[in-house]
């Protein structure tokens, strides 16, 4: 999301403090969780306390598990319902993946500097989108988000919340730095199914299309083809772009049918933009 804020060193292998244990997400979780829409609001304490048993406390203070929580309750006030998408967010240290100068900001609804101009998501716009990408007759069917593409690492917080609802996640980032901090990151919770590509994005990524779900998190004058053509049938992808009138830009979704793309508009966004190429 765009944001002016100053720029923080991008120095990976720093540990991000949070006054709070840090709880990882551990590896090797077999497959997508079989998801459900609209469950209880109980299974949302159960994965805020198993991510709180999950990893012993480090460090000094109080346990992040609750702060997510909270951060978690408050999507919910303001409209996401979908289970899943909340759980995932629940499941997720933000702190994790913002510079150590930031982590007292991680868990406010706002976006944040990652370096190089680059900005993390608003927890809300991340759990608006793939909410939107549930809701979509394939998810529903399957109850996950099957093979995603995301264009736009950045720092591989919404890779890392994607890849708790899908079976594997590929995600491009065309900044070289900012995909090795993303590995890092990824890394360094054990976030299982991802691949992580240093790539033009708006070229998708052939050599594993096609998807079952795709997401942008920059956006253009209007969609890529390649985002199209590499669109199963089935599938969905959510991505801003100009809004028709040519103020600002909107999230755009397409379903891609056996008939073809049916295509509509959703919220209001302000990304970053998507530019070409490779640095
Ligand atoms: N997904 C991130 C948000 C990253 S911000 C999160 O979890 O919050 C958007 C990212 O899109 C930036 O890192 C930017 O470099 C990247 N981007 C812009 N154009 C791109 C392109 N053509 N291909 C790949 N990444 C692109």
Known sequence: MASKPPKPALVPG??????ASLDGLQGGRAGPPQA?????????HEAAR??????????LGLDSA???LALVQRLRADGVRCEPVLQAMARVPRHEFVDSALVAQAYED?????????????PSVVARMIEWLYLGEGARSRGHLGRVLEIGTGCGYQAAVLAHLATHVVSVERLEPLHRLAAHHLARLEVPRCRLVHADGMRGHAPHAPYDTIIAAAGGDDLPP???DQLAVGGRLVAPARHPDGRGQILVIVDRTAEGLRRQLGEAVQFVPLKSGTC
Not at 37 to 44: A, F, G, I, S, V
Not at 112 to 117: A, D, H, R, S
């Open 66 to 68: 609750p702060v997510r």
């Open 110 to 122: 706002t976006s944040l500097p990652i370096g190089l101009q680059q900005t993390i998501s608003k």
């Open 226 to 228: 390649a985002w199209l």
């Open 50 to 59: 198993d991510a709180a048993r999950a990893t012993p406390p480090r460090g």
């Open 36 to 44: 459900q829409l609209l469950r209880p609001q109980r299974h949302l």
């Open 14 to 19: 720093r540990a991000a403090r949070f006054p």
